[in-house]
């Protein structure tokens, strides 16, 4: 499994960017990705949340690595960034409130 980057290199990260694209690079390639690649993603983690919130959440970090990757460093990058970490902070938000409607529902 080669790098994507092209660098004759083996593959040793792979980020599930989703439509079956998987970024798939090697560790030099992977440090030298610009500094905001692993701030960028921190918050679009999402193995942390329960089952039902990951599904919710996945996809937007599926798409932050795919932005990160096909556009290099700019400010509407950094802009198209935030705004879809607040977009799934969103999307999270009305699972949770639709969670604990239907549990409230559930209990009358
Ligand atoms: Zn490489």
Do not use: T
């Not at 992977?30 to 999402?46: H, K, M």
Request: hydrophobic residues 35%; proline residues 2%; charged residues 30%.
């Amino acid at each position: 499994m080669k790098c994507e980057n092209k660098c004759g290199q083996n593959a040793v990260f792979e980020f599930d960017c989703g439509d079956d694209f998987i970024l798939k690079l090697c560790s030099e390639c992977r440090a030298n990705l610009d500094d905001g690649f692993s701030e960028a993603l921190q918050f679009f983690d999402y193995k942390h949340l329960p089952k039902d919130l990951q599904k919710i959440s996945e996809p937007f970090s599926k798409l932050a690595i795919r932005m990160i990757w096909m556009f290099s460093d700019s400010y509407q990058r950094e802009m198209g960034l935030q705004k879809l970490l607040e977009a799934k902070d969103c999307a999270v938000r009305c699972a949770i409130m639709q969670r604990d409607y239907s549990i409230n529902e559930e209990l009358n």
